[in-house]
Protein backbone atom coordinates (compact mmCIF):
# COMPACT_ATOMS: atom_id res chain seq x y z
CA UNK A 1 0.00 0.00 0.00
CA UNK A 2 1.22 3.37 -0.56
CA UNK A 3 2.08 5.91 2.55
CA UNK A 4 3.43 9.18 2.32
CA UNK A 5 5.13 10.24 6.25
CA UNK A 6 5.47 13.97 6.71
CA UNK A 7 7.10 13.88 10.42
CA UNK A 8 7.20 17.35 11.20
CA UNK A 9 4.00 18.62 12.23
CA UNK A 10 4.84 22.03 12.65
CA UNK A 11 7.95 23.73 12.28
CA UNK A 12 8.64 28.10 13.82
CA UNK A 13 11.67 29.78 11.95
CA UNK A 14 12.63 33.24 11.55
CA UNK A 15 12.75 34.95 8.69
CA UNK A 16 15.89 34.06 6.28
CA UNK A 17 16.30 31.23 7.80
CA UNK A 18 16.55 28.13 5.56
CA UNK A 19 14.25 25.08 6.52
CA UNK A 20 13.86 21.87 5.19
CA UNK A 21 10.49 19.70 5.35
CA UNK A 22 10.57 16.23 4.93
CA UNK A 23 8.26 13.09 3.34
CA UNK A 24 9.18 9.98 3.45
CA UNK A 25 7.31 7.82 0.96
CA UNK A 26 6.44 3.96 1.04
CA UNK A 27 5.40 2.34 -2.62
CA UNK A 28 6.29 -1.24 -3.98
CA UNK A 29 6.02 0.07 -7.80
CA UNK A 30 9.32 1.32 -9.67
CA UNK A 31 6.89 3.87 -11.65
CA UNK A 32 5.54 6.25 -9.20
CA UNK A 33 4.98 10.14 -8.93
CA UNK A 34 5.73 12.40 -5.91
CA UNK A 35 4.35 16.26 -5.32
CA UNK A 36 4.56 18.86 -3.25
CA UNK A 37 1.65 21.05 -2.31
CA UNK A 38 1.14 24.18 -0.01
CA UNK A 39 -1.98 25.20 1.57
CA UNK A 40 -1.89 28.87 2.40
CA UNK A 41 -4.29 30.29 4.75
CA UNK A 42 -6.66 30.64 2.46
CA UNK A 43 -7.04 27.23 1.83
CA UNK A 44 -6.81 26.57 -1.60
CA UNK A 45 -3.19 23.88 -2.09
CA UNK A 46 -1.49 25.22 -4.96
CA UNK A 47 0.89 23.34 -6.93
CA UNK A 48 4.50 23.10 -6.43
CA UNK A 49 6.29 20.54 -8.23
CA UNK A 50 5.88 16.97 -9.54
CA UNK A 51 8.50 14.34 -9.73
CA UNK A 52 8.82 11.36 -11.71
CA UNK A 53 10.40 8.52 -10.17
CA UNK A 54 12.81 7.94 -13.21
CA UNK A 55 14.25 11.68 -12.55
CA UNK A 56 16.37 11.63 -9.75
CA UNK A 57 18.06 15.31 -10.51
CA UNK A 58 17.63 17.54 -7.76
CA UNK A 59 15.42 20.65 -8.42
CA UNK A 60 15.76 24.35 -7.82
CA UNK A 61 12.82 26.95 -8.47
CA UNK A 62 14.10 30.01 -7.02
CA UNK A 63 14.17 29.95 -3.22
CA UNK A 64 12.67 26.17 -3.57
CA UNK A 65 15.09 23.05 -4.06
CA UNK A 66 14.09 19.50 -3.83
CA UNK A 67 16.04 16.42 -2.85
CA UNK A 68 14.88 13.32 -3.94
CA UNK A 69 16.66 10.19 -3.19
CA UNK A 70 15.36 6.79 -3.90
CA UNK A 71 17.71 4.88 -1.61
CA UNK A 72 16.11 6.64 1.55
CA UNK A 73 12.59 6.91 -0.32
CA UNK A 74 12.32 10.43 0.51
CA UNK A 75 11.84 13.67 -1.73
CA UNK A 76 12.47 17.10 0.88
CA UNK A 77 11.63 20.22 0.50
CA UNK A 78 13.94 23.28 1.16
CA UNK A 79 13.05 27.19 1.23
CA UNK A 80 16.08 29.00 1.44
CA UNK A 81 16.00 32.42 3.06
CA UNK A 82 12.05 31.88 4.25
CA UNK A 83 10.15 34.59 4.73
CA UNK A 84 6.93 35.14 6.25
CA UNK A 85 4.84 34.41 2.91
CA UNK A 86 5.92 31.23 3.08
CA UNK A 87 3.78 30.56 6.00
CA UNK A 88 1.28 27.72 4.96
CA UNK A 89 0.81 23.86 5.75
CA UNK A 90 3.41 21.72 2.99
CA UNK A 91 1.70 18.45 1.66
CA UNK A 92 4.02 15.57 0.29
CA UNK A 93 1.53 13.41 -2.02
CA UNK A 94 2.27 9.97 -4.55
CA UNK A 95 0.58 7.72 -7.06
CA UNK A 96 1.19 5.10 -8.35
CA UNK A 97 -0.17 2.47 -10.45
CA UNK A 98 -2.20 1.50 -6.92
CA UNK A 99 -3.89 4.81 -7.26
CA UNK A 100 -4.22 4.60 -11.10
CA UNK A 101 -1.90 7.48 -11.32
CA UNK A 102 -5.11 9.36 -11.00
CA UNK A 103 -5.50 9.69 -7.12
CA UNK A 104 -2.75 11.04 -4.98
CA UNK A 105 -2.42 10.12 -1.50
CA UNK A 106 -1.24 13.22 0.79
CA UNK A 107 1.12 12.91 3.75
CA UNK A 108 -0.42 14.61 6.92
CA UNK A 109 1.19 18.05 6.57
CA UNK A 110 3.87 20.25 7.99
CA UNK A 111 2.72 24.01 9.07
CA UNK A 112 5.47 26.28 8.56
CA UNK A 113 5.34 29.16 10.30
CA UNK A 114 7.63 32.03 9.50
CA UNK A 115 8.16 35.09 11.58
CA UNK A 116 9.54 38.36 10.95
CA UNK B 1 -13.42 33.32 -12.51
CA UNK B 2 -10.98 30.91 -13.87
CA UNK B 3 -10.04 28.65 -10.98
CA UNK B 4 -12.39 25.84 -9.18
CA UNK B 5 -15.55 27.49 -7.20
CA UNK B 6 -16.22 25.54 -4.60
CA UNK B 7 -20.36 26.81 -2.85
CA UNK B 8 -20.83 26.91 -0.32
CA UNK B 9 -18.27 27.95 1.76
CA UNK B 10 -19.34 27.52 5.17
CA UNK B 11 -22.39 24.81 5.81
CA UNK B 12 -23.49 24.31 9.79
CA UNK B 13 -25.41 21.79 10.11
CA UNK B 14 -27.45 19.47 12.66
CA UNK B 15 -27.30 16.21 12.61
CA UNK B 16 -29.14 13.88 10.72
CA UNK B 17 -29.97 16.38 7.80
CA UNK B 18 -29.01 16.06 4.46
CA UNK B 19 -26.15 18.60 2.85
CA UNK B 20 -24.78 19.11 -1.14
CA UNK B 21 -21.72 20.67 -1.61
CA UNK B 22 -21.07 22.10 -4.88
CA UNK B 23 -17.93 22.21 -7.64
CA UNK B 24 -17.26 23.95 -10.38
CA UNK B 25 -13.96 23.09 -12.15
CA UNK B 26 -12.13 24.52 -14.41
CA UNK B 27 -13.48 24.47 -18.02
CA UNK B 28 -12.21 21.85 -20.01
CA UNK B 29 -10.98 20.27 -17.49
CA UNK B 30 -11.77 16.74 -17.45
CA UNK B 31 -10.74 15.18 -14.13
CA UNK B 32 -12.83 16.03 -11.03
CA UNK B 33 -11.42 15.17 -8.05
CA UNK B 34 -13.04 15.05 -4.26
CA UNK B 35 -11.14 14.68 -0.99
CA UNK B 36 -11.70 15.65 2.82
CA UNK B 37 -9.28 17.12 4.88
CA UNK B 38 -10.39 16.61 8.89
CA UNK B 39 -8.52 18.66 11.77
CA UNK B 40 -4.91 17.47 11.70
CA UNK B 41 -5.43 14.89 9.23
CA UNK B 42 -4.13 14.83 5.42
CA UNK B 43 -6.18 14.99 2.73
CA UNK B 44 -8.17 11.78 1.89
CA UNK B 45 -8.97 10.86 -1.63
CA UNK B 46 -12.90 10.76 -1.53
CA UNK B 47 -13.86 10.08 -5.19
CA UNK B 48 -12.84 10.59 -9.52
CA UNK B 49 -14.10 11.77 -12.02
CA UNK B 50 -12.49 11.44 -15.81
CA UNK B 51 -14.41 12.17 -18.79
CA UNK B 52 -17.46 9.96 -19.37
CA UNK B 53 -15.34 7.08 -17.34
CA UNK B 54 -17.40 5.48 -14.49
CA UNK B 55 -16.33 7.35 -11.41
CA UNK B 56 -13.66 5.77 -9.04
CA UNK B 57 -15.65 5.57 -5.41
CA UNK B 58 -13.21 3.63 -3.63
CA UNK B 59 -12.56 6.50 -1.12
CA UNK B 60 -16.35 7.19 0.20
CA UNK B 61 -16.33 6.22 3.57
CA UNK B 62 -19.56 5.15 3.84
CA UNK B 63 -22.72 4.67 1.83
CA UNK B 64 -24.28 8.06 2.80
CA UNK B 65 -21.87 9.85 0.44
CA UNK B 66 -22.37 9.91 -3.11
CA UNK B 67 -21.42 11.93 -5.85
CA UNK B 68 -22.60 13.21 -9.36
CA UNK B 69 -21.18 14.84 -11.92
CA UNK B 70 -23.22 16.90 -14.63
CA UNK B 71 -22.39 17.31 -18.22
CA UNK B 72 -19.11 16.10 -17.37
CA UNK B 73 -18.76 19.54 -15.77
CA UNK B 74 -20.48 20.71 -12.31
CA UNK B 75 -20.10 17.95 -9.47
CA UNK B 76 -22.45 18.02 -6.47
CA UNK B 77 -21.13 15.98 -3.11
CA UNK B 78 -24.28 14.39 -1.32
CA UNK B 79 -24.15 13.83 2.54
CA UNK B 80 -26.92 11.99 3.86
CA UNK B 81 -28.15 11.60 7.40
CA UNK B 82 -24.48 13.76 8.55
CA UNK B 83 -23.07 12.18 11.62
CA UNK B 84 -21.01 14.74 13.96
CA UNK B 85 -17.44 12.80 11.90
CA UNK B 86 -18.42 14.10 8.80
CA UNK B 87 -17.30 17.28 9.58
CA UNK B 88 -14.24 18.50 7.63
CA UNK B 89 -13.17 20.75 4.66
CA UNK B 90 -14.10 19.05 1.73
CA UNK B 91 -11.89 19.62 -1.37
CA UNK B 92 -12.78 19.61 -5.33
CA UNK B 93 -9.84 19.84 -7.15
CA UNK B 94 -9.51 19.60 -11.17
CA UNK B 95 -7.18 18.53 -13.82
CA UNK B 96 -6.62 18.45 -17.45
CA UNK B 97 -4.48 15.52 -17.67
CA UNK B 98 -6.13 12.73 -18.99
CA UNK B 99 -4.14 9.91 -17.47
CA UNK B 100 -1.61 10.55 -15.07
CA UNK B 101 -2.18 12.99 -12.00
CA UNK B 102 -0.79 15.71 -12.61
CA UNK B 103 -1.18 19.66 -11.49
CA UNK B 104 -4.18 19.50 -9.71
CA UNK B 105 -6.09 22.40 -8.79
CA UNK B 106 -7.93 22.53 -6.00
CA UNK B 107 -11.00 25.28 -4.64
CA UNK B 108 -10.77 26.91 -1.67
CA UNK B 109 -13.00 23.86 -0.07
CA UNK B 110 -16.32 24.02 1.86
CA UNK B 111 -16.01 23.78 5.83
CA UNK B 112 -19.14 21.29 6.77
CA UNK B 113 -19.49 21.46 10.60
CA UNK B 114 -22.49 18.84 11.99
CA UNK B 115 -23.65 19.83 15.35
Known amino acids: AQKVTQAQTEISVVEKEDVTLDCVYETRDTTYYLFWYKQPPSGELVFLIR??????QNEISGRYSWNFQKSTSSFNFTITASQVVDSAVYFC?????????????FGTGTRLLVSP | GAGVSQSPSNKVTEKGKDVELRCDPISGHTALYWYRQSLGQGLEFLIY????????KSGLPSDRFSAERTGGSVSTLTIQRTQQEDSAVYLC?????????????FGEGSRLTVL
Open chain 1, 93 to 105: ALSDSGTGFQKLV
Open chain 2, 93 to 105: ASSSLPTTAGELF
Open chain 1, 51 to 56: RNSFDE
Open chain 2, 49 to 56: FQGNSAPD
